[in-house]
């Protein structure tokens, strides 16, 4: 094995959350939409808020809280069997097909491969033993207790995996993630699925590919 | 004048930001809405995703950056004139009749009044010489080079301004603003003029009101 590591986001880039938006739109038919957006807006923003903060608390936390107030704002009710029934998709996400697809290729390439994520360990971990992947690690900011992109997290990263910051590739289809890692010092990939434009943060990726069937190729280069 | 401090937010709190988005409908007829609200979201994450990489440029520059992203995402044409005069519009916003109608009792209550924005001082200096309030201090988190909800911004009132957290009322329309500065250990009052649920972060304001009409009486009691 050699020294370089490929360190993953989960959410979104290797874990598709669309099932989320399908659970709620069967639990209040033409509402599922607008209210899996703004759970999702309220949910980000408050991991950066609360890093800003410097009030930390888990992801599963954040995530139901987020729940609660996009249920309220929309005024649409919301019992604890609908909530915890939404919760218990972030531990049942569907990979994206390109996922398993890249994933031989990328264990052949003999590098160390790892999770970084925003994920608590109670919703990340059940995630990944359902999925079959093995990865080398699994790290959460549980463990630094700070969200991405602070520098603190992904310094985590290189504590954790014993590899210098020029050694990892890092890979999110988060632009903001990708540029946060950059601008720690990662080589990134930003996996761009749905032809976004760039986040205006003061960084570009290394890459930007269309899915993960790319990476292999690109990594290889 | 007593030692007590009235610090206020600026925008959504004393200045409307809807004529802005009424300009960007003005020249793009059926999309103002979709527009404005892309621009103000990524102009916020913007905010909170530099301050957390570190990565701070003044508000100017990303209230730019996010008005050139809202168009590119919505494949909208803008040009240099629209992009100016759009800019513009952040050094010409009118107060809530509300704020006009409170600022003499205020001013009368003998609090000095300050102003804590994320705006540089481009956009706010302007802005508040058009209003004709007359401030005993316009504080910028130009001067600090991070954004809110960090606790550098509210320290930094309490240093510019000579006055301990708790001498100080902070009064602010946007939720996280107002916890951030409950967190660091104002005194808060949430303006929360569209009946918003309140934001997961851990504190509560010391109140809540509808506009600010109310704060003359809330700060008496």
Redesign the interface.
Known sequence: MNSRALVFDAYGTLFDVHSVAQRCESFWPGEGARISQLWR??Q???T????????Y?PFSR?TR??L??AC??LRIPLDEEKANRLLQEYRALALYPDVRGAFPALRKARHKLAILTNGSPDLIEPLVAQSGLAFDAVLSVDEVK??????DVYQHAVKRLGAAPGEIDFVSSNC?DA??AK?FGFRVWWINRSG??I????FSPDGILGGLGELPGALAQ
Chains 1, 2 share one sequence.
């Open positions: 807006a309220k980000l923003e408050w950066w808020q609360r890093s800003l903060m410097r009030r608390v954040i809280d987020a609660d107030y309220a704002a700070i969200f991405k992109p602070a520098p903001w540029l946060g601008s976004a434009p986040d205006a943060l003061g």
